[in-house]
Nanobody, 112 residues
């Protein structure tokens, strides 16, 4: 059974940083790209970032480029999203995704 478990969300002030983690199990992690997607209150899903199987290629939405960094540790079956210079508009539930599988999400709130 595929499982994706996100963690690391929190309440943070504007300009702050957080690192999200996505622990994966139930599939061969190294075989797949991993994606982060977010959903802000009252809005639809927004693709945030993706990373290829070995971490050699990373992709970002324009809204987070230069502030967020995606990475992965294939030995730990875990993907990460380092978020710096956070803005109130980054407030959302953040999900990791592979194929048709999603985690339960982790809440990030950016507010003073």
């Amino acid at each position: 059974e595929v499982q994706l478990v996100e963690s690391g969300g929190d309440l943070v002030q504007p300009g702050g940083s957080l690192r999200l983690s996505c622990a994966a199990s139930g599939f061969t992690f190294v075989d797949y790209a991993m994606t982060w997607v977010r959903q802000a209150p009252g809005k639809g899903l927004e693709w945030v970032s993706a990373i290829n199987w070995n971490g050699g290629k990373a992709y970002y939405a324009d809204s987070v480029k230069g502030r967020f960094t995606i990475s992965r540790d294939n030995a730990k079956n875990t993907a990460y999203l380092q978020m710096n210079s956070l803005k109130p508009e980054d407030t959302a539930v953040y999900y990791c995704n592979v194929l048709d599988y999603w985690g339960q999400g982790t809440q990030v709130t950016v507010s003073s």
